[in-house]
């Protein structure tokens, strides 16, 4: 267990410098599963130091996988896999796991896995991914708590449609149609890069996908190749999180190493804020206005509004002269920390599970919250910074689990926290 502990800066607009942004985590985590395909061995580059890339790293090795970490690379041999089964402690400790169903299926025409469990976001079904295999020709068989899906003579092709837009769920179905004997069509699939990097990643091994980044996607079979180093794409949700950081306290911050065009919505956001933006080419400088504007967030769907972005912003919104509201389309649970930002000071009235009035400016007082998850924890941080007085956010390896080296990037822009085991 570790805290971190911030020194608010009692609302004063001071921070200043430059933040990297490091590779996405929901991009390294599929590209790492699908590296299982490749009869082979993959490169990976540009991967962050998190520690959800550990456990992936971990549960692939008693797979048989050969993985090795280096300086943001990863050297992945998945030539030689031994089994099928993934270890129930570790797969439920990261549910993204679930995505390394499709590549085991089909390459080992099997495949084992614990139920990953809901979490404090909300209930996390698992539903599209039985249907799915299904779809193809497997077969499910469930005991108390694990999952077994057999298709001992390949997956055949065929069509499925996501009644939900699931992102895992589309990446999963992608790695397992990449070595199915037919044609397989995936319709209503997840728009988020993501996807769209994992199909790229995959076209790069040679398969033959097309329509990655609209709601349908045809996988043609062909034989898988190694392939040339990959590069893992700037991961959104930190960039939204800097940039809210910067609209929040930024004397002058630049955020760097992002895809502008990953962030249209968030952009939008802030514009209506009346945050002042200077976008480059994959650098945005933002600072803080004298007055933010109310406004009403709601999130969507890639291209919409991400819900990962949804805490930082909402920090800002603590901030905005007026009334604004979030709305939370896609977890039931994920407006439970909340509570914690009113003890700080904050006026958030929550009027349904998935709807929050913030009335705003209120200055906020510094605290001692233990973060829920990942995105919470990063938005504690942040009121920790605009408080007056000192936070310390527990639970801290949550945050570590999707921001590498958060301390020191903080730090760089001014902001004074430190790390107590
Ligand atoms: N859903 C089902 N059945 C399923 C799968 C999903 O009903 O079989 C529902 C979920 O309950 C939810 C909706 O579909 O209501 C969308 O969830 P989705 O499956 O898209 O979420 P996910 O793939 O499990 C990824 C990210 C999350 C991010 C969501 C939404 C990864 C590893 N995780 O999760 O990231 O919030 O998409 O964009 O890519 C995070 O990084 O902190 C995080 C939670």
Redesign the pocket.
Known sequence: MSALTIEGLGGKKRLRGTIPVYGA???V??TMAAALLINGETVLENVPDIA?VGVMAQIMRTLGAQVTEGSATLRIDARQLTGSVVDRALGKAL??S??LTGPLLARMGSVTFPHPGG?L???????????GFSALGATVTETEDTYTINARDGLKGGEFFF?????????TMLMAAALARGTVVLRNA?L?P?VVALAEFLTSCGAKIEGAGTPTIVVTPVSLVEPPPYTIIPDR?EAATFLALGALLGEEITVTNLSVHHLDAVIDVLRRMGVPLTIGTDAISVSAPQVLKPVRVRTH??PGF???AHPPVLILLTQANGESVMIES???GRLQYTRELNAMGAQITQVSPHRVQVLGPTPLRGATIDTP???AGLAFIMAGIVAQGTTVVRRAELVD??YAHIEERLRAVGVDIRREA
């Open positions: 985590k929901n991009s985590l599929p959800d549910r993204a679930v995505v979490d976001i909300g209930e996390r079904p698992i539903d599209l991914f039985l249907a009644s939900t837009v699931s992102v895992t769920g589309t990446e997840a988020e993501e949700i769907e890639y991400a819900t990962d896609i977890f039931d998850d990942i995105r689990r999707g």
